[in-house]
């Protein structure tokens, strides 16, 4: 049985990968797991049905038989456990890749979500122009570490996996802000994720879904 990923129909990126079941997508893709995608509205998020698979309303959300799982990195995480392709198989190195995707999810990105609520949600507020430097400061400070950390090394600790995964997913949120641009080696590991055939098969998946609703 396949499983099935939801992602939403109408997305509000414009096909730009940068919705999260493109991760999912992309670890699909790595694994060589076919999989079926069940488009749903925002409408549709918010009803009983959609709740019962995601408590959060959000996408995406994974079915497989009679496992359901909501949350991009929890999903990855389990095709990169029940498949090859996303995790070492010497014990010490496959924990630290997920290490690398906790650290993705839960210390990087964080403030790049931050940067995008104070630039929509918060853009009208007085006191917006105050607050946009010290959250561009703070991603920033994470890209200098993360910088400092890859190196001129192509992944982040050997062999490409679900921690370089998660974290290409997050640089591509950073991408537009312009501050990526500071940290050459960080641009050119988010080209390498982008390069991989795994991601362009995902990634044209993604966008074909907005070209057809547009």
Same mark, same amino acid.
Do not use: N, T, Y
């Given at each position: 049985m396949k499983p099935i990923i939801t992602a939403f129909e109408h997305s509000p990126d414009r096909g730009r990968g940068l919705a999260r079941d493109m991760r999912v997508r992309w670890a699909l893709e790595e694994a060589g797991v076919a999989y079926d995608v069940r488009l749903v509205s925002f409408a549709a998020m918010k009803?009983?049905?959609?709740?019962?698979?995601?408590?959060?309303?959000?996408?995406?959300t994974y079915e497989e038989g009679d496992l359901v799982l909501f949350e991009s990195g929890a999903i990855i995480l389990h095709i990169a456990q029940h498949h090859a392709g996303l995790l070492p198989g010497d014990a010490n190195a496959r924990a630290r890749a997920i290490a690398?995707?906790?650290a993705a999810v839960n210390t990087v990105e964080p403030p790049v979500l931050d940067l995008q609520v104070a630039k929509f949600a918060e853009?009208?507020?007085?006191?917006?122009?105050?607050?946009?430097?010290?959250?561009?400061?703070?991603?920033?400070?994470?890209?200098? $570490?993360?910088?400092?950390?890859?190196?001129?090394?192509?992944?982040?600790?050997?062999?490409?996996?679900?921690? $370089?995964?998660l974290m290409i997913g997050m640089l591509m949120r950073v991408k537009p802000s312009g501050l990526l641009d500071e940290f050459p080696n960080l641009a050119a590991y988010l080209a390498r994720g982008e390069s991989r055939p795994a991601f362009q098969r995902a990634f044209a998946a993604q966008l074909a879904v907005f070209t057809a609703h547009a």
């Open positions: 009803e009983p049905a959609h709740r019962a698979l995601h408590p959060f309303a959000q996408i995406p690398w995707m906790f853009g009208d507020k007085p006191w917006a122009a105050e607050r946009m430097p010290l959250v561009r400061e703070r991603i920033r400070e994470r890209l200098r $570490d993360l910088s400092a950390r890859l190196g001129d090394a192509d992944w982040l600790d050997g062999a490409f996996s679900a921690g $370089d995964l």
